[in-house]
């Protein structure tokens, strides 16, 4: 209400001002006036009242010359009244926002209208720029008729400052939430800050790992602007710290200010700075977790004196900005450590893989599929001729994924493969399943235990010895017409590691010609499942069972269709699965 009360009784002078055709020095020689010496007294105090009004009092004549201004003027854009009054109002406006005032203007000329309130920007002495609101009104001079605009301009430029710092710094913030990698989101906070702050160009300098210079591995400019030259000289030149800009703030953590660079002789790069027409420079700091990660670096083309308040806003994009960078390193590293365990593991994958045993040929005949999870599980498999009768076969799943499981589960192929367990007996399944648990025992971090199916079959008598430790049960398809279809070979024994006294039990069954054995990881049947959302062993078996009977059962269509059920994406773990067919 107070600042409403000001403008009118500016208003109100100004009027009074325009309608008598008075000026400061009608004032003044009418003061010489005795005979008018109360209407006098009342000018003075109205010249007075206005002299110290803090809006600036304003008048021009129909083409935009200025006839009358008070002293705020000089105080706002540093300009004495003499250097001003007689030119047009548009020599201090900014060339962008010139059309904005005349187009006003002559809407109240030509009476579109009766006042107006806008902002623009406007030129200072010192080169910044400077933010008003024009409140302007037409005013008719008694007699002659003619038309003058008056007003009042209100000094903005605080305000208007304060909302584009605050504009550039959640600028910088959305670009740093929005942006995926440094090499996308520097140069766009450069940009932020370079378009919402008015400076012209922006740069980011850092030291490369190890590296005792530093160098200039971002920049953004305003594209009108001719700064090629810089531009060039810039990427050719690297410094110490402690040299120029970049290198001060790089060995003391702190912002610098370079009011004008022409004058700095610590700056590397004045001649150049000078032939671009580049004058006042900051330099802020980006340090993260006590590291100092890089130093942001913006030029102008006017002198600056230091802005307190852009610093303090820059010092908090310069957090935002270290804490980004601390954020992609880390994902960085962790995606270069992915990347190094993923070939790991597919080399020992690659390594298990060609530790199995090619498919086995002749009256009894041995089909094989094994797929690696992305993470590589425990699963290993093997099979061969103890002698000329007797065929040991068996499968293990080592708990846990990756590297460790899978050097596990190659050890204990490697003991099986060349009989390395003493005091067993090959032939007999409960022995070696409790050498391999006198071995084999689980460590604190609940690590290094595997579960097992283990079989021999002696093709004379056609008797399968069997043993099994925690694993999934072999399931034997018997094709003799008076047998189940289905008889689910196991026993009940912990897996392998579990406990150190384990006792273990084997079993034996008959195999009638024609007879079908699967022997499987539970990877086999631990998937999703479009219908019963995860299988469990039953339907895996069914499943198994109806493909047989179909005509079908071949292991590369059974994968086929489970990878399909799992809309091909990698396995979460091993498949193995075994395919006995028994003449």
Not at 274 to 293: S, T, W, Y
Not at 510 to 530: K, M, V
Request: hydrophobic share 40%; with cysteine; charged share 20%.
């Amino acid at each position: 209400m107070l600042k409403l009360s000001q403008n009118l009784l500016a208003l109100g002078l100004t009027k009074k001002l325009s309608n008598a055709n008075t000026s400061r020095e009608s004032l003044l020689s009418r003061a010489t006036d005795s005979k008018r010496l109360v209407p006098m007294e009342n000018e003075k105090l109205n010249f007075s009242i206005v002299e110290n009004l803090k809006e600036v009092i304003f008048q021009t004549d129909q083409a935009g010359q200025l006839k009358f201004l008070n002293s705020a003027w000089t105080e706002i854009t540093g300009f004495t009244l003499d250097e001003s009054l007689g030119k047009n109002f548009l020599e201090f406006i900014h060339p962008d926002d010139r059309l904005l005032h005349w187009e006003k203007f002559q809407s109240l000329v030509e009476s579109h209208q009766d006042q107006c309130r806008y902002h623009l920007r406007c030129l200072t002495k010192n080169g910044s720029l400077g933010w008003l609101e024009v409140y302007a009104c037409v005013i008719l001079i008694e007699g002659n008729g003619a038309i003058v605009i008056s007003g009042t301009l209100n000094d903005l430029s605080g305000h208007k400052h304060r909302e584009q710092l605050l504009i550039a710094q959640q600028a910088a913030i959305n670009v740093l939430a929005e942006s995926t990698s440094l090499k996308e989101a520097i140069p766009k906070v450069l940009q932020a800050i370079c378009e919402n702050l008015e400076w012209v160009r922006g740069e980011f300098w850092s030291a490369a790992e190890q590296a005792k210079t530093l160098r200039c591995l971002e920049s953004w400019q305003i594209p009108v602007v001719p700064l090629s030259e810089f531009e060039n000289a810039t990427r050719n030149i690297t410094l110490a710290p402690g040299i120029g800009l970049p290198g001060r703030v790089w060995v003391s953590g702190e912002a610098i200010w370079s009011a004008d660079l022409t004058k700095d002789s610590s700056f590397c790069r004045t001649k150049i700075a000078a032939a671009v027409g580049l004058h006042a420079a900051f330099a802020i700091p980006i340090i993260a977790e006590d590291e100092m990660l890089g130093v942001m670096l913006f030029f102008s083309h006017s002198s600056q004196q230091p802005d307190t308040d852009l610093l303090q806003v820059m010092a908090v994009i310069g957090c935002q900005l270290g804490q980004f960078i601390k954020r992609k390193q880390a994902e960085e590293e962790l995606q270069r450590q992915n990347l190094s365990l993923q070939f790991q593991l597919h080399q020992a994958a690659e390594y298990v893989r060609s530790l199995l045993p090619a498919p086995l040929t002749g009256a009894l005949t041995i089909e094989q599929q094994f797929v690696p999870s992305l993470q590589l599980g425990g699963d290993i498999f093997d099979y061969y001729w103890l002698d000329a009768n007797n065929l040991v076969v068996y499968l293990l799943d080592v708990a846990g994924h990756g590297v460790r499981s899978a050097l596990l589960s190659v050890s204990v192929l490697n003991l099986l493969r060349t009989q390395s367990l003493y005091n067993t007996d090959f032939y007999q399944p409960w022995t070696v399943l409790a050498e391999l648990n006198r071995v084999f025992q689980i460590n604190d971090n609940g690590n290094d235990y595997f579960t097992i199916w283990y079989g021999v079959y002696n093709q004379l008598n056609r008797k399968l010895v069997y043993a099994c430790a925690g694993h999934p049960p072999g399931i034997l398809l018997s094709a003799h017409p008076d047998a189940a279809p289905i008889i689910e070979l196991s026993t009940a024994n912990l897996p392998i590691g579990i406990l150190s006294d384990s006792e273990f039990d084997d079993d034996s069954c008959e195999i009638q010609p024609g007879s079908t054995l699967y022997i499987f990881s539970d990877g086999a049947y631990e998937i999703p499942h479009p219908i019963d959302k995860n299988w469990e062993l039953k339907t895996f078996v069914k499943f198994l069972a109806d493909y047989q009977n179909s005509g079908n059962g071949n292991l590369e269509e059974v994968l086929d269709y489970i990878q399909s059920m799992n809309n091909n994406k990698a396995l979460d773990d091993d498949f193995s699965l075994l395919k006995v067919n028994f003449a």
